[in-house]
């Protein structure tokens, strides 16, 4: 039996623009991403990106659309249980992948992660569109917990995508001038609501992709902070290429305004 979204965890997210899911990915499967993530910091694929921070401590490790490369991922991606948690969200006729993502911070990395909205870095639009973070390890906030911006999801800001710190294999983002620049959260955290739950292996943070987020760096010098996040998106999600979107997500088999459906953005689930 997979798992069941409540009316609780439904209302939630719909007023958070965030909401953490208890026990969705089960230790078989967790089991399954673990080896994934071991072959790819062994053999990265080619959208690694990553850094050693700047007092030599610790080390980031980045990579996108695992599920092309790597058969086990793309098994979990294509009928692993985030599937059917995202149907339930959605309501929709069908669910698309759009990509995968893995994220380690190896004891010590001490880098924050950026607050940002994912949507102006993703060459799509539309309302039915999440991520959800699997968590590999206890995650909290000394490991570096996501944070999110209680209703930010709702504000209807672009915000300019931008680097995240030194990681190698991502370059400027063209500006865009529909998008504004986020302020400075960071340093006037007590203006905002920020929610955060710390998370036990196979918990998993479901968010939309406009919601502001960023995480801590893991300040822990006795464990790893594992994320392995995919993407989802439901029927209204269509192309859609702006300055600003990241290159290596998008298509050469689409046209702005066109459904995803394709074998870069495969339809993983049909309502019967």
């Not at 001490?110 to 949507?119: E, G, Y």
């Not at 309302?127 to 911006?149: H, K, N, P, R, Y």
Request: charged share 25%; net charge negative.
């Amino acid at each position: 039996m997979g798992y069941h979204v409540t009316e609780e965890e439904r209302d939630a997210f719909n007023g958070d623009g965030a909401v953490p899911l208890r026990g969705v990915v089960h230790e078989e499967w967790l089991e399954v991403l673990a080896a994934g993530i071991e072959r790819d910091i062994s053999r990265p694929g080619p959208f690694f990106h990553g850094y050693v921070p700047d007092n030599g401590i610790g080390r980031f490790h980045g990579n996108i659309r695992l599920w092309e490369n790597d058969s086990e991922m793309r098994r979990f991606c294509t009928n692993g249980p985030l599937i059917s948690v995202a149907s339930q969200f959605f309501e929709s006729s069908k669910v698309n992948l759009f990509y995968d993502q893995l994220f380690v911070k190896e004891p010590g990395t001490v880098n924050r992660t950026r607050w940002h909205n994912d949507l102006p870095y993703w060459p799509i639009r539309g309302t039915q569109i999440m991520s959800f973070w699997v968590a590999l390890d206890e995650v909290t906030v000394e490991s570096g917990a996501l944070e999110f911006i209680q209703g930010s999801h709702l504000w209807d800001i672009w915000f300019q995508p931008e680097t995240f710190g030194k990681t190698s294999g991502h370059g400027e983002y063209e500006r865009n001038p529909d998008y504004v620049d986020i302020p400075d959260i960071e340093t006037a955290r007590n203006e905002y609501k920020i929610l955060t739950w710390d998370l036990q292996p196979g918990d998993v943070y479901a968010f939309d992709a406009m919601t502001v987020h960023g995480a801590g760096g893991n300040l822990r010098s006795d464990a790893r902070r594992r994320g392995y996040t995919v993407r989802y998106c439901g029927d209204d999600a269509v192309y859609d290429t702006r300055k600003g979107t990241q290159g290596h997500l998008r298509s050469d088999q689409h046209s702005d305004g066109d459904a995803l459906d394709s074998d870069l953005y495969p339809v993983v689930w049909q309502s019967k």
